[in-house]
Protein backbone atom coordinates (compact mmCIF):
# COMPACT_ATOMS: atom_id res chain seq x y z
CA UNK A 1 0.00 0.00 0.00
CA UNK A 2 1.13 3.22 -0.58
CA UNK A 3 2.28 5.43 2.86
CA UNK A 4 -0.85 8.00 2.63
CA UNK A 5 -2.74 4.53 2.89
CA UNK A 6 -0.87 3.06 5.44
CA UNK A 7 -0.57 6.10 7.41
CA UNK A 8 -4.69 6.03 7.47
CA UNK A 9 -4.74 2.60 8.68
CA UNK A 10 -2.40 2.81 11.23
CA UNK A 11 -2.82 6.50 12.11
CA UNK A 12 0.51 7.12 12.10
CA UNK A 13 2.03 10.46 10.98
CA UNK A 14 2.54 10.22 7.22
CA UNK A 15 5.90 12.34 7.29
CA UNK A 16 7.25 10.36 10.31
CA UNK A 17 6.21 7.19 8.47
CA UNK A 18 7.46 7.84 4.98
CA UNK A 19 10.94 8.23 6.61
CA UNK A 20 10.97 4.87 8.45
CA UNK A 21 9.59 3.23 5.63
CA UNK A 22 12.34 4.17 3.92
CA UNK A 23 14.83 3.12 5.85
CA UNK A 24 13.32 0.12 5.83
CA UNK A 25 13.84 -0.33 2.37
CA UNK A 26 17.40 0.97 2.51
CA UNK A 27 17.63 -1.61 5.10
CA UNK A 28 16.51 -4.65 2.44
CA UNK A 29 13.81 -5.19 5.13
CA UNK A 30 10.89 -3.69 3.00
CA UNK A 31 10.97 -3.71 -0.99
CA UNK A 32 10.01 -0.32 -2.37
CA UNK A 33 8.35 0.12 -6.13
CA UNK A 34 9.18 3.38 -7.65
CA UNK A 35 6.40 3.02 -10.09
CA UNK A 36 3.45 3.09 -7.56
CA UNK A 37 5.46 4.57 -4.88
CA UNK A 38 4.73 1.39 -2.70
CA UNK A 39 6.08 -0.57 0.10
CA UNK A 40 5.50 -4.06 0.70
CA UNK A 41 7.25 -7.00 2.42
CA UNK A 42 8.81 -9.90 0.71
CA UNK A 43 7.74 -12.91 2.06
CA UNK A 44 10.94 -13.93 3.03
CA UNK A 45 11.08 -11.24 5.34
CA UNK A 46 7.10 -11.65 6.68
CA UNK A 47 8.52 -15.34 7.79
CA UNK A 48 11.03 -13.69 10.08
CA UNK A 49 8.62 -10.12 11.03
CA UNK A 50 5.05 -10.89 10.44
CA UNK A 51 4.33 -15.00 10.32
CA UNK A 52 4.21 -16.43 14.11
CA UNK A 53 4.16 -19.88 13.10
CA UNK A 54 6.66 -19.73 10.38
CA UNK A 55 10.22 -21.80 11.51
CA UNK A 56 12.54 -18.64 11.33
CA UNK A 57 9.86 -15.68 13.47
CA UNK A 58 12.14 -13.94 15.32
CA UNK A 59 9.77 -11.37 17.19
CA UNK A 60 10.59 -12.76 20.19
CA UNK A 61 14.32 -12.42 19.80
CA UNK A 62 14.27 -8.62 19.45
CA UNK A 63 11.99 -8.34 22.82
CA UNK A 64 14.69 -10.34 23.93
CA UNK A 65 17.21 -7.88 22.64
CA UNK A 66 15.29 -5.07 24.63
CA UNK A 67 15.18 -7.13 27.59
CA UNK A 68 18.86 -7.71 27.74
CA UNK A 69 19.36 -3.61 27.11
CA UNK A 70 17.43 -3.14 30.16
CA UNK A 71 18.93 -6.01 32.51
CA UNK A 72 22.51 -3.96 31.97
CA UNK A 73 22.75 -2.18 34.95
CA UNK A 74 21.36 -5.08 37.15
CA UNK A 75 24.01 -7.25 35.22
CA UNK A 76 27.01 -5.02 35.72
CA UNK A 77 26.60 -5.26 39.60
CA UNK A 78 26.43 -8.41 39.56
CA UNK A 79 29.93 -8.74 37.23
CA UNK A 80 31.58 -6.53 40.20
CA UNK A 81 29.92 -8.58 42.74
CA UNK A 82 29.54 -11.76 41.75
CA UNK A 83 25.95 -12.04 43.02
CA UNK A 84 23.61 -13.15 40.23
CA UNK A 85 20.23 -11.69 38.62
CA UNK A 86 17.07 -13.61 39.06
CA UNK A 87 15.05 -14.63 36.45
CA UNK A 88 11.72 -11.85 37.88
CA UNK A 89 14.09 -9.47 38.32
CA UNK A 90 15.14 -9.24 34.82
CA UNK A 91 13.17 -5.53 32.94
CA UNK A 92 10.47 -5.95 30.43
CA UNK A 93 9.69 -9.37 30.95
CA UNK A 94 12.55 -11.59 29.91
CA UNK A 95 10.69 -14.65 30.62
CA UNK A 96 7.94 -12.75 28.11
CA UNK A 97 10.69 -12.90 25.21
CA UNK A 98 12.29 -15.87 26.06
CA UNK A 99 8.94 -18.13 25.41
CA UNK A 100 8.18 -16.06 22.39
CA UNK A 101 11.78 -16.55 20.93
CA UNK A 102 11.08 -20.67 21.69
CA UNK A 103 7.90 -21.19 20.81
CA UNK A 104 8.26 -21.33 16.47
CA UNK A 105 10.86 -24.14 17.03
CA UNK A 106 9.04 -26.11 19.51
CA UNK A 107 5.74 -25.43 17.21
CA UNK A 108 7.65 -26.71 13.92
CA UNK A 109 9.62 -29.37 15.33
CA UNK A 110 8.55 -30.68 18.77
CA UNK A 111 5.67 -33.07 17.77
CA UNK A 112 6.86 -33.79 14.10
CA UNK A 113 10.39 -34.73 15.30
CA UNK A 114 12.37 -34.33 18.32
CA UNK A 115 9.42 -36.40 19.93
CA UNK A 116 9.56 -39.28 17.23
CA UNK A 117 13.07 -39.31 17.73
CA UNK A 118 12.78 -41.07 20.67
CA UNK A 119 12.19 -44.65 21.04
CA UNK A 120 8.73 -45.80 21.93
CA UNK A 121 7.73 -42.28 23.19
CA UNK A 122 5.07 -41.63 20.51
CA UNK A 123 3.30 -44.90 20.79
CA UNK A 124 3.46 -44.49 24.67
CA UNK A 125 2.14 -40.75 24.19
CA UNK A 126 -0.45 -41.84 21.54
CA UNK A 127 -1.80 -44.52 23.91
CA UNK A 128 -1.83 -42.47 27.35
CA UNK A 129 1.23 -41.46 29.38
CA UNK A 130 2.56 -39.32 31.66
CA UNK A 131 4.96 -36.53 31.45
CA UNK A 132 6.53 -33.63 33.38
CA UNK A 133 8.11 -30.51 31.57
CA UNK A 134 10.20 -29.30 33.55
CA UNK A 135 11.87 -25.65 33.01
CA UNK A 136 8.29 -25.02 31.26
CA UNK A 137 8.56 -21.25 31.22
CA UNK A 138 5.03 -19.93 29.90
CA UNK A 139 3.92 -23.44 28.98
CA UNK A 140 4.43 -23.79 25.36
CA UNK A 141 6.23 -26.85 24.77
CA UNK A 142 3.59 -28.43 27.45
CA UNK A 143 0.39 -27.36 25.84
CA UNK A 144 2.09 -28.09 22.31
CA UNK A 145 2.55 -31.65 23.19
CA UNK A 146 -0.58 -31.90 25.61
CA UNK A 147 -2.90 -31.04 22.17
CA UNK A 148 -1.14 -33.36 20.24
CA UNK A 149 -1.76 -35.91 22.43
CA UNK A 150 -5.41 -36.00 24.43
CA UNK A 151 -4.68 -39.51 25.99
CA UNK A 152 -2.24 -38.28 27.84
CA UNK A 153 -1.74 -36.62 31.25
CA UNK A 154 1.25 -33.46 31.31
CA UNK A 155 2.48 -31.12 34.41
CA UNK A 156 4.65 -28.60 33.58
CA UNK A 157 7.15 -27.08 36.58
CA UNK A 158 8.97 -23.78 36.79
CA UNK A 159 10.20 -22.02 39.73
CA UNK A 160 9.09 -18.79 38.55
CA UNK A 161 5.79 -18.25 39.63
CA UNK A 162 4.32 -15.52 37.41
CA UNK A 163 5.64 -18.20 34.64
CA UNK A 164 3.26 -20.74 35.71
CA UNK A 165 0.12 -18.32 35.48
CA UNK A 166 1.03 -17.96 32.25
CA UNK A 167 1.34 -21.38 31.26
CA UNK A 168 -2.17 -21.79 33.14
CA UNK A 169 -3.78 -19.37 31.22
CA UNK A 170 -2.23 -20.83 28.00
CA UNK A 171 -3.33 -24.48 28.64
CA UNK A 172 -6.75 -22.75 29.08
CA UNK A 173 -6.55 -20.39 26.06
CA UNK A 174 -5.73 -23.33 23.95
CA UNK A 175 -8.25 -25.69 25.09
CA UNK A 176 -5.79 -28.40 27.20
CA UNK A 177 -6.59 -27.61 30.48
CA UNK A 178 -8.16 -31.22 30.82
CA UNK A 179 -4.57 -32.80 30.58
CA UNK A 180 -2.44 -30.66 31.16
CA UNK A 181 -1.52 -28.66 34.79
CA UNK A 182 0.94 -26.12 35.78
CA UNK A 183 2.46 -26.24 39.16
CA UNK A 184 5.23 -23.97 40.64
CA UNK A 185 8.46 -26.25 41.73
CA UNK A 186 12.16 -26.67 40.44
CA UNK A 187 14.32 -29.23 38.86
CA UNK A 188 15.41 -31.12 42.25
CA UNK A 189 12.14 -31.22 44.13
CA UNK A 190 9.47 -31.34 41.56
CA UNK A 191 6.77 -33.73 42.67
CA UNK A 192 5.47 -36.92 41.65
CA UNK A 193 7.18 -40.39 39.82
CA UNK A 194 6.49 -43.09 37.60
CA UNK A 195 6.96 -40.30 34.33
CA UNK A 196 6.83 -42.66 31.62
CA UNK A 197 8.44 -39.29 29.81
CA UNK A 198 10.32 -35.79 31.33
CA UNK A 199 11.39 -32.81 29.15
CA UNK A 200 13.72 -29.95 29.71
CA UNK A 201 13.52 -28.07 26.62
CA UNK A 202 16.47 -25.13 26.60
CA UNK A 203 16.93 -24.84 30.31
CA UNK A 204 19.32 -27.05 31.80
CA UNK A 205 21.66 -25.85 30.91
CA UNK A 206 20.63 -22.29 33.30
CA UNK A 207 20.03 -24.77 36.60
CA UNK A 208 23.05 -24.20 39.33
CA UNK A 209 22.93 -27.62 39.95
CA UNK A 210 22.19 -30.10 36.46
CA UNK A 211 23.85 -32.99 38.43
CA UNK A 212 21.36 -32.99 41.00
CA UNK A 213 18.64 -31.97 38.32
CA UNK A 214 19.53 -35.16 36.55
CA UNK A 215 19.62 -37.23 39.62
CA UNK A 216 15.89 -36.06 41.08
CA UNK A 217 14.87 -36.34 36.87
CA UNK A 218 15.70 -40.30 36.85
CA UNK A 219 14.36 -41.09 40.21
CA UNK A 220 10.88 -39.40 39.15
CA UNK A 221 10.97 -42.26 35.92
CA UNK A 222 9.88 -45.35 35.41
CA UNK A 223 12.06 -48.14 34.69
CA UNK A 224 11.22 -47.80 31.31
CA UNK A 225 11.02 -44.10 31.04
CA UNK A 226 12.54 -41.57 28.92
CA UNK A 227 14.29 -37.82 29.52
CA UNK A 228 14.35 -35.98 26.68
CA UNK A 229 16.91 -33.07 26.73
CA UNK A 230 16.91 -29.89 23.49
CA UNK A 231 19.71 -27.40 24.09
CA UNK A 232 21.38 -25.25 22.01
CA UNK A 233 23.93 -27.17 19.92
CA UNK A 234 27.84 -25.67 21.06
CA UNK A 235 30.95 -27.07 21.16
CA UNK A 236 32.91 -28.00 24.35
CA UNK A 237 35.91 -25.85 23.01
CA UNK A 238 35.82 -22.02 22.83
CA UNK A 239 38.03 -22.43 19.53
CA UNK A 240 34.55 -24.24 18.38
CA UNK A 241 32.37 -21.40 18.88
CA UNK A 242 34.29 -18.62 17.46
CA UNK A 243 31.74 -18.21 14.76
CA UNK A 244 28.39 -16.22 14.16
CA UNK A 245 26.29 -18.48 16.59
CA UNK A 246 28.58 -18.66 19.14
CA UNK A 247 28.95 -14.76 19.19
CA UNK A 248 25.13 -14.48 19.79
CA UNK A 249 25.04 -17.90 22.08
CA UNK A 250 27.84 -15.79 24.36
CA UNK A 251 25.90 -12.84 24.34
CA UNK A 252 22.76 -14.26 26.02
CA UNK A 253 25.13 -16.38 28.58
CA UNK A 254 27.39 -13.61 29.41
CA UNK A 255 23.58 -11.48 30.03
CA UNK A 256 21.27 -13.92 31.29
CA UNK A 257 22.73 -17.80 32.03
CA UNK A 258 25.64 -16.77 33.58
CA UNK A 259 24.54 -14.51 36.14
CA UNK A 260 21.14 -16.09 37.54
Known sequence: MTVAELAAATGVNQRYLREWLSQQAASNYLAYEPATQKFRLPDEQAMVFAIEDSPVYMHGGFELMQALLEARPKVEIAF?????????????????????????GYHNNL???????LDGAVAKLERGATVADIGCGHGWSTVLMAK?????????YDFHPSSIDAASKHATEHGVAANCRFEVGTA???PGEDFDLVTCFDCLHDMGDPTGAADHIRQSLKQDG??????????DRLEDNLNPVGRLYYAGSTMICVTK
Open 111 to 117: VSAWLPA
Open 148 to 156: AFPKSQFVG
Open 188 to 190: KDY
Open 80 to 104: RSGTGVAWGDHGTCMFCAVAKFFRP
Open 226 to 235: SWMIVEPMAG
